[in-house]
């Protein structure tokens, strides 16, 4: 029951991109198409909970018995920038086809802060241990890839649409978003 | 060197130009996240202005140093220290704005604004013109995120700097305080900001 809390609360009343506001940049930059924003999704979702599974190992084993807890911002951003370098050299040796698919975001997401927020905010969770917190890293990523889609989409359509001259490109977008984030805070009280 | 901006032009550019908010979109998750008070974004936009100085100022030093191919971790490594450092000063002196900012400090060192600054300016040019770039665009997004917080304080609360401006029992637009509110309110603000922009012009 607890994890399926975890779930809806992710996906639904505390979006990481709807209303956490992380990971913007990848939501606003490869939304232009609902093809590349799958391609995002998936290596979202394989990157943070790999990540998020190495940080909270290395945190709760090494940073917290050693006293090095201030080291977390910087230990935390290194083991995620080398696990993603590490994943991409892997994925070319051992599925390219799957390297094809994800490579080109594979860069990208080092300075996604979603992948460092979820690693740091799944150390803050209620009674929090290691099944919790990778749990709450593939929730979150489902959040963040329901977002994303539901964007893309939006903007596929709206390529159609006449739009004034001053609203085009950014301006649209955001109040698109914001749209999208006011029909999810519905969700509130869900949980 | 292609063409040598003078220092005041340097300087200008992050703030108008290429505004880092409104222009070239780096550093969106704490100019959303963030800004639900005008103090809140003034906070935010000061320590990032520091963290960008400093990582300017030290990147530009040992530019020569730091081998081309691991130049990005290095980079990465220098912006989580200064953020490390920030992260200690608020939570010892001012915990009310750590309380605020919460997630939003250890993300410091993911704000794409800090790493473009120091891959495409600092690692290129002499440590004095980083300086200026650094404040240009560490006062741009000031600026901004000061903006977009106390146009959204103002809507949301009826106030700004938490001086009331409207009664205590008045009807506000809470939306504005509100997720939403933060893409509604950057979405109106860029608008404009293309606006007066094209007519400067």
């Known amino acids: 029951m607890e994890y399926i809390i975890i779930l809806i609360a992710a996906v639904f009343v505390n979006n990481i991109v709807l209303s956490q506001f992380l990971g913007i940049c990848p939501f606003l930059g490869v939304s232009k198409k609902v093809s590349t924003s799958v391609g995002m999704s998936g290596a979202v979702l394989f990157v943070m909970t790999l990540a998020t599974l190495v940080t909270y190992l290395l945190h709760q084993y090494v940073l917290l018995p050693a006293g090095l807890d201030y080291l977390r911002t910087i230990t935390f951003i290194l083991v995620i920038a080398a696990l993603v370098q590490m994943v991409e050299i892997m994925l070319k040796k051992i599925s390219p086809p799957l390297y094809q698919a994800l490579g080109v975001f594979l860069p990208l997401i080092t300075t996604n802060c979603a992948v460092l927020g979820v690693a740091i905010l799944a150390l803050g969770l209620e009674n929090t241990s290691l099944l919790k917190a990778v749990f709450f890293a593939i929730a979150n990523s489902i959040g963040f890839a329901l977002a994303l889609i539901v964007f893309a989409s939006i903007r596929e359509k709206l390529e159609l649409a006449d739009i004034p001259k001053g609203m085009q490109g950014v301006p649209i977008n955001l109040l698109v978003a914001g749209l999208l984030s006011l029909a999810f805070l519905g969700f509130t009280g869900l949980v | 060197m292609a063409e040598q901006l003078s220092q005041k032009q340097n300087f200008l550019k992050g703030i108008i130009k290429d505004n880092p908010v409104f222009v070239m979109l780096l550093g969106m998750c704490p100019t959303l996240g963030v800004t639900s008070s005008a103090f809140n974004g003034l906070g935010m936009g000061i320590a990032t202005l520091f963290v960008l100085l400093m990582s300017n100022i030290v990147v530009s030093i040992f530019k020569s140093q730091i081998p081309s191919k691991v130049r990005i971790p290095a980079f990465i490594v220098i912006i989580a220290s200064f953020v490390t450092i920030v992260e200690m000063v608020l939570e010892a002196f001012i915990p009310f704005l750590y309380e605020q900012l919460g997630i939003f400090i250890p993300l410091i060192v993911v704000n794409c604004l800090i790493l473009g600054r120091a891959e495409a300016f600092a ?22 995120l000061t903006l977009l917080g106390a146009v959204r304080e103002i809507l949301g609360n009826g106030s700004l700097f938490d001086f009331k401006m409207v009664s205590e029992d008045a009807n506000t637009l809470i939306l504005f305080i509100l997720p939403p509110g933060a893409f509604i309110a950057l979405a109106y603000l860029s608008a404009m900001f293309n606006k007066v922009s094209a007519k400067i012009k």
């Open chain 2, 123 to 144: 690692s290129k040019n002499t440590v004095i013109s980083s300086v200026v770039d650094a404040l240009g665009m560490g006062i741009g997004f000031t600026i901004a």
